[in-house]
Each structure stands twice: as structure tokens, then as C-alpha cells.
């Protein structure tokens, strides 16, 4: 028994290590560098990191612990997402006029019939834009996503 917490615990470092980390740390790092002076910006970024990491092993241990739950099914997708929302909360908490100025635009966007909010994809990011209904899903240039 104490072996096979010994051999969990070495896979769940090996899985931070290897695979979370890099990914939770470039997603952060790129979303909070334009924000802060360099100082703050490492402070934070560990803080915002250590909070992924954190809500990941709580899943981890949380989907270890329930036989009937599936697995996850895209672990690389699950990292991001779960960087992304600890961003989100970060910026909600120390930045809360920016969020609400952010959902009432968005909101102002998704009201009209003329005009909507959608997310970019393309090689090297995903962005948010906005502009004309029948913009959306339309190839655009590189400097008109920009």
C-alpha cells in the first residue's frame, strides 16, 4: 500500500513536471506579461501559477478518487483551460473595472443583431474579435487580425 502511494505520488511529479508545468507557465506568463511592471510580474505570475497547479491536483486526486467518473479525455486542452481560468481570476480580482468594462462591451456586442463577438483561431494564438455578423468565420488577413 505505502509503495503504491510512493509510485502515485512519482507519477503525479512526473506529470506536473513534464507535461502541466511548461504549459500552465506559458500560458500565464503570456497573458499576464503586458499587464505588469517586471517586478510584480514575477511575484504574480508564481502566484497565478501556484493556483493552477493547485486547482490541477485537486482534480487529479478528485478523479482518482471516483471509480465511476471517465478519464480526461484531452489533458493537454484540460491544463489550458484551467490556466486561462485562473487568468481570468486573477484579473477579475485585481483589475475588477477592467472585467466589468470586458462583459458589458461583450454584452453590448451580443445585443445587437448587426454585430457579434468571436474568437480568432489561427496557427500562433486564439483571440477574441469583434465586428459585423457577417464578418464571422471569414478568412482575414494577418493585419486585419491584428
Not at 502541466?20 to 505570475?45: T, V
Not at 445587437?112 to 457577417?134: I, N, P, Q, T
Request: proline share 3%; aromatic share 10%.
Amino acid at each position: 500500500m505505502a509503495q503504491d502511494l510512493v509510485e502515485s505520488q512519482a507519477q503525479l511529479m512526473i506529470l506536473l513536471s513534464e507535461y502541466a508545468e511548461p504549459r500552465i507557465k506559458g500560458i500565464i506568463s503570456g497573458r499576464l506579461r503586458g499587464y505588469l511592471n517586471s517586478q510584480q510580474y514575477d511575484l504574480d505570475c508564481e502566484d497565478v501559477c501556484s493556483e493552477a497547479k493547485t486547482r490541477l491536483v485537486t482534480y487529479l486526486k478528485e478523479l482518482k478518487a471516483d471509480l465511476t467518473a471517465g478519464p480526461c479525455k484531452d489533458f493537454r486542452s484540460y491544463v489550458a483551460g484551467i490556466a486561462h481560468t485562473a487568468c481570468h481570476d486573477y484579473f477579475r480580482q485585481h483589475y475588477p473595472a477592467r472585467a466589468r468594462l470586458d462583459k458589458k462591451i461583450r454584452d453590448l456586442l451580443k445585443a445587437s443583431s448587426r454585430l457579434d463577438v468571436w474568437r480568432y483561431h489561427d496557427k500562433a494564438s486564439s483571440e477574441w474579435v469583434c465586428g459585423f455578423v457577417s464578418w464571422r468565420g471569414q478568412k482575414s488577413s494577418p493585419n486585419a487580425a491584428a
